[in-house]
């Protein structure tokens, strides 16, 4: 076996635990920080601690790693993974949790944290031909969604059966976060089998013209893909799927197993939707899936609070995931597409950056929703709202930038 594949599937396994971990904690972290004393106040404000202190610390590994080296920074990102774990054992005080947050990888969405994306995009895109760039990312995020689906399943199934088996909530939520730190640990053991393949320098000299975050030619482009992309995921940090979760508990009463099963389903039809991204882009183009996919999905999501029972909301909110996810490797594949192979991994650092800048600022103004019986259910409508003028805002700016393969067909 070619070594470009081996490491295609070594990256593929490390996407793999690393969502099926992230999909474990996301179901219940937000009942943890409420069963040690916080209030949905507090939880909030450290859901966005955690997405703000993602920012610096992925900002400097993504937009190093061409130059220092893409799998030393993984490691350190699997690292920092395992603190973050074990800190939210070992202390229920909310200063050392703020610290830990801070510092630590943390997801409490079930989506991407952390390096991990940046940099294994920019490896995959340097792995495989252009012509098959969209169809590995709609792969590699099918995986995702299923590991995540499987965590958030595995995860509910697990609390239930450890309070049906005499533990305490507390107790079955803490050795939720245990299982996730041995999972940074087993992340950390799986990048070292990454080969000198993935690195930068493997296909090009780096080019020393002069940098800005690990930029040069594309700076403009990426820049405004990051403004776009920074209001795509602050819409999208209402309704995280811990507070989603913790929305559906409030709203209908419903136990852990019930909201694992719940969105295991959501993150199943959210990996397929990726994967069918591949094939309506061949026809129509990246950007054009990226829209004409993404508004009708957020219409549901509006629709969702809408609902008169807890049946009709989960099916709005399935059909709402079932074509939730299709601009999501088209993004990612047109990023690459637009840029150079040394600015890859910061490309990707940059324009993830900006995301999750987005993402840090409205977990608190969802958890203050929460906590409002007015605006209890205004997450999802503010969320769809916002989502909606950011694919019309991509279609204006970037309809007419094609990537090299759309080019050839020309």
């Known amino acids: ?100 947050a801070i510092i630590g990888v943390i997801s409490p969405s079930g989506n991407e944290i952390g390096p991990f994306l940046a940099i294994e995009q920019a490896a995959l895109s340097q792995l495989v031909p252009d012509d098959r760039r969209t169809q590995v990312f709609a792969w590699y995020n099918l995986v995702g969604s299923f590991a995540t689906a499987a965590g958030a399943l595995g995860g509910g199934m697990i609390v239930q059966s450890l309070q049906h088996a005499g533990f305490s909530s507390l107790d079955s939520y803490r050795a939720i976060l245990i299982a996730y730190a041995v999972a940074g640990a087993l992340l950390a053991l799986i990048f070292l089998a990454v080969s000198s393949s993935v690195e930068a320098n493997a296909v090009m000299e780096i080019a020393k013209t002069p940098r800005l975050l690990g930029l040069h030619r594309s700076r403009n482009a990426v820049i405004k893909l990051s403004v776009l992309f920074s209001l795509d995921a602050f819409a999208g940090g209402f309704i995280v799927q811990s507070l989603m979760a913790y929305w559906f508990h409030i709203k209908y009463g419903i136990d852990a197993a019930m909201l694992g099963s719940i969105f295991f389903g959501a993150n199943v039809l959210a990996g397929v939707s990726a994967l069918s991204a591949t094939h309506v882009a061949k026809r129509i183009g990246l950007i054009n899936t990226m829209v004409f996919t993404h508004i009708p999905s957020n219409l549901l999501l509006c629709l969702v609070p809408f609902m008169p029972n807890l049946t009709s909301a989960i099916i709005v909110l399935l059909l709402r995931f079932s074509i939730s996810q299709m601009d999501v490797p088209t993004r990612q594949s047109y990023t690459m597409a637009i840029v150079s192979p040394d600015e890859r991994s910061a490309a990707s650092g940059v324009t993830s950056i900006a995301r999750s800048v987005g993402a840090s600022m409205s977990p608190v103004l969802g958890g203050l929703m929460l906590a409002n019986p007015l605006l209890f259910s205004a997450p999802f409508l503010v969320s769809g709202g916002l989502k909606i003028i950011y694919d019309l805002l991509v279609y204006r700016s970037f309809s007419k930038m094609k990537p090299p393969e759309e080019n050839a067909k020309q």
């Open 1 to 100: 076996m070619q070594r470009s594949k081996i490491d295609a599937i070594i990256l593929f396994t490390t996407r793999t635990v690393r969502l099926f971990a992230y999909g474990f904690l996301s179901i219940t972290l937000a009942l943890y920080l409420a069963q040690v004393g916080l209030s949905d106040k507090q939880i909030g404000l450290l859901l966005s601690l955690i997405l703000v202190g993602d920012i610096p610390i992925t900002l400097w590994i993504t937009t190093s790693a061409d130059r220092i080296g893409r799998r030393r920074m993984l490691i350190l990102g699997a690292l920092l993974m395992i603190f973050g774990g074990a800190a939210f054992v070992l202390t229920n005080n909310i200063v050392l949790l703020m610290f830990a």
